[in-house]
């Protein structure tokens, strides 16, 4: 059974920063593409970075140089380093998984969300 758990959001003031981590059960982080997404109330949900099993990152334009995603192998746990904080981040974000290595098609697995409040 595949569970995602995620940790580490939080209230932070604008500029300030935050780390989630994903720790997923049932599977390692290496194998498998990782990604974070945002929703905004009353949105739907957007991919926010992506890493596939080559460890290459992608992001969505509006965090590059703020964020950072990175997998740790020794913790089995995903990380986003968010910096800069800005108001319109305040979301609830996830962490998701696909089936496979790399990032293409749908993500199967889905934590089940933290919440972040930038003021």
């Known amino acids: 059974h595949v569970q995602l758990v995620e940790s580490g959001g939080g209230s932070v003031q604008a500029g300030g920063s935050l780390r989630l981590s994903c720790v997923p059960f049932?599977?390692?982080?290496?194998?498998?593409?990782m990604a974070w997404f945002s929703q905004h109330p009353g949105k739907e949900r957007e991919m926010v970075a992506n890493?596939?099993?080559?460890?290459?990152?992608r992001y969505t334009d509006s965090v590059k140089g703020r964020f950072a995603i990175s997998k740790d192998y020794a913790k089995n746990t995903l990380y986003l380093q968010m910096n800069t904080l800005k108001n319109e981040d305040t979301a609830m974000y996830y962490c998701?998984?696909?089936?496979?290595?790399?990032?293409?098609?749908?993500?199967?697995?889905w934590g089940q969300g933290t919440q972040v409040t930038v003021s």
């Open positions: 998701a998984a696909t089936s496979g290595s790399w990032c293409v098609g749908d993500y199967r697995y």
């Open positions: 890493i596939d099993g080559a460890e290459v990152p």
């Open positions: 049932g599977f390692t982080v290496s194998r498998y593409c």
